[in-house]
């Protein structure tokens, strides 16, 4: 099994770093990191995540890194990080 992310995915985490940075720059790299290898750790158990209902046939789930929740889906053998954000953000 492999993982690739998404334009939006990728684009939340530079959005994501940009709000961190003005904020707290030494917590930035170590949050940010966490993102970018969440989905190897994925990798490992993919289904570990909580299945989002709504969106079947797609198999889409959730799972929580720190304070942040990435939704991703799995299809065959690739596991596709969908979007992430932050628990508290208004969405």
Same mark, same amino acid.
């Given at each position: $099994?492999?993982?690739?992310?998404?334009?939006p &995915?990728? @684009?939340?985490?530079?959005?994501?770093?940009?709000?961190?940075?003005? /904020? @707290?720059?030494? !917590? *930035? !790299? @170590?949050?940010?990191?966490?993102?970018?290898n &969440? #989905? !190897? *750790?994925? =990798? =490992?158990? #993919?289904?570990?995540?909580? /299945?989002?209902?709504?969106?079947? #046939?797609?198999?889409?789930? +959730? &799972?929580?890194?720190?304070?942040?929740? $990435?939704?991703?889906? =799995?299809? @065959?053998?690739? =596991?596709?990080?969908?979007?992430i954000?932050?628990? +508290?953000?208004?969405?």
């Open positions: $099994m492999r993982f690739q992310w998404s334009v &995915a990728r @684009n939340d985490v530079v959005r994501l770093h940009q709000f961190l940075a003005d /904020k @707290n720059e030494a !917590a *930035t !790299a @170590n949050v940010v990191r966490s993102l970018i &969440a #989905p !190897a *750790t994925l =990798l =490992l158990n #993919p289904r570990r995540g909580e /299945k989002i209902e709504g969106f079947e #046939p797609r198999e889409v789930r +959730r &799972a929580i890194i720190g304070s942040y929740e $990435m939704h991703y889906e =799995l299809q @065959n053998d690739v =596991l596709i990080v969908l979007r954000w932050h628990q +508290r953000e208004d969405r």
